[in-house]
């Protein structure tokens, strides 16, 4: 499956941005989608997945200035950023797992960069 992800920017600290990210049609189900984040000379973390039933997982650094929601019959996650911050700054990945047959594939996107100005 192809993710396309869009919503990335430059913003100010405190400011917001919303991103998403689109995946094409597939036969196979798509189980938690969500958003990943690397910033230069760090390690990819989790930002947030949700599961087909709309529940929500946070990294601890979102703090509820986050908030992921999907659309299943669109097969769309959405991600809401408030009070960015300049540690914010990273390029977002948007992600997928896919279930095919038993196995679990995980699907990448390509990347949508956030530049947090302080």
């Known amino acids: 499956v192809q993710l396309q992800a869009s919503g990335g920017g430059l913003v100010q600290a405190g400011g917001s941005l919303r991103l998403s990210c689109a995946a094409s049609?597939?036969?196979?189900?798509?189980?938690?989608m969500g958003w990943y984040r690397q910033a230069p000379g760090k390690q990819r973390e989790l930002v947030a997945t949700?599961?087909?039933?709309?529940?929500?997982n946070y990294g601890d650094f979102v703090k509820g200035r986050f908030t992921i929601s999907r659309d299943n019959d669109a097969n769309t996650v959405y991600l809401q950023m408030n009070s960015l911050k300049p540690e914010d700054t990273a390029v977002y990945y948007c992600?997928?797992?896919?279930?095919?047959?038993?196995?679990?594939?995980?699907?990448w996107g390509q990347g949508t960069l956030v530049t947090v100005s302080s």
């Open positions: 992600y997928a797992d896919l279930a095919i047959g038993t196995v679990d594939v995980d699907n």
């Open positions: 949700i599961n087909t039933g709309g529940k929500p």
């Open positions: 049609r597939t036969v196979f189900t798509i189980n938690d």
